[in-house]
């Protein structure tokens, strides 16, 4: 008797865990769109892993030349290799950059303005999770919104000239539906001098909607222009940023579910994918995407 209960129960979570499983990526956006990249260039800040590598291959597929903007390049190289060999674009190149460190941000972005003659695509992408404790950067600054934040606002800023100069041209912010957590953000403390660091949900959570408002401000600025500019949720994705910086049971249980009813890279790279190329959203800009659809979003 106790154990046709267990049994049933047993098999009543599995039902239900595939179930769920089955509708979440069923539902989940694809970018359908035919567009071709021969002639164009696209940058991907973390591409060695994840969402980023998966966007990063759909790039190269497509024909583009792309630049894997990377902290590990070892890792990057590996990366860039494979994606050379399932698409066969040998146009696939790997550049040194920390995004949490000012001093390499500038170095790569000069780098590329010497290298490069053009920019269509800039995926800002590279992320971690929110540290417990406040922890500095070189630069004095707290390391996640540098990571996700400060490094990509200075990249962009710094190749904002060279994605002018070749319009039409996009900037894509990777940001997260947890964005919405991250509400008592102190715009005015962006680096926690004056209030008390938050939870390390929360610091991530601020960092994402920081992605937003930049990416907001940013679509004004370029009014007028023809560079577009918009943010991105990928959805919940099974990758490697579960296992790195500060896990604990809450998130080890967590990356446990993500990884048997969350969104594969491939699909998690969707979204960003869709805003870098898709000619639906030519004239799209400041605007926050989910599942390749405008999103709901609390700012
Ligand atoms: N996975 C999700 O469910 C989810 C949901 C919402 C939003 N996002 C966002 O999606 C983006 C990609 O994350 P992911 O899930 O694909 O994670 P991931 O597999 O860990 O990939 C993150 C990438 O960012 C790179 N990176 C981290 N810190 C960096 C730094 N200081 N400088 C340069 N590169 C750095 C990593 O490099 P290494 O390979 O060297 O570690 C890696 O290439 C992030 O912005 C994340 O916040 C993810
Ligand atoms: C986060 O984790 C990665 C990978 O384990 C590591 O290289 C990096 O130094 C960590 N960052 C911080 C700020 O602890
Ligand atoms: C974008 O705008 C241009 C002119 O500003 C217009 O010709 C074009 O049809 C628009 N594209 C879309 C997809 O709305």
Not at 241 to 247: A, D, G, L, Q, S
Request: glycine share 6%; charged share 20%; net charge positive.
């Amino acid at each position: 008797m106790v154990c046709c209960v267990v049994t049933t129960v047993v098999a009543a979570v599995v039902v239900l865990i595939l179930t769920v499983k089955f509708i979440y990526r069923y539902q989940s956006g694809r970018c359908t769109s035919k567009t071709r990249l021969v002639g164009k260039t696209a940058i991907v800040t973390g591409a060695s892993a994840g969402i980023g590598k998966e966007t990063a291959r759909d790039l190269a597929q497509r024909g583009a030349r792309v630049i894997l903007a990377c902290r590990n390049v070892e890792k990057a190289e590996r990366i860039a290799e494979d994606i050379k060999k399932t698409t066969g674009n040998t146009d696939v190149v790997v550049r040194q950059v920390d995004t949490s460190d000012l001093t390499s941000v500038r170095k790569f972005a000069e780098d590329i303005l010497r290298t490069e003659t053009s920019l269509h695509i800039l995926v800002n992408n590279a992320g971690m999770s929110g540290m417990k404790k406040r922890k500095l950067t070189a630069d004095g600054l707290e390391v996640t919104m540098a990571t996700n934040h400060f490094g990509h606002f200075l990249l962009t800023n710094m190749l904002l000239g060279l994605l002018k100069a070749s319009a039409p041209s996009r900037v894509v912010t990777v940001s997260s539906g947890v964005h919405q957590f991250g509400s008592s953000l102190d715009v005015d403390d962006l680096n926690y001098e004056k209030n008390p660091f938050p939870k390390k949900m929360v610091i991530y959570s601020q960092s994402k909607l920081a992605n937003i408002l930049f990416t907001k401000e940013l679509s004004e600025k370029l009014r007028g222009t023809d560079v577009t500019a918009n943010s991105v949720h990928p959805g919940v994705v099974y990758t490697e940023i579960m296992w790195k910086n500060e896990t604990n049971l809450f998130t080890y249980i967590f990356a446990m579910l993500v990884r048997i009813m969350g969104k594969d890279e491939k699909l998690g790279a969707q979204t960003s994918i869709y805003l870098a190329v898709s000619e639906e959203v030519n004239n799209v800009t400041g605007k926050y995407y989910a599942d390749c659809k405008v999103g709901m979003n609390s700012v």
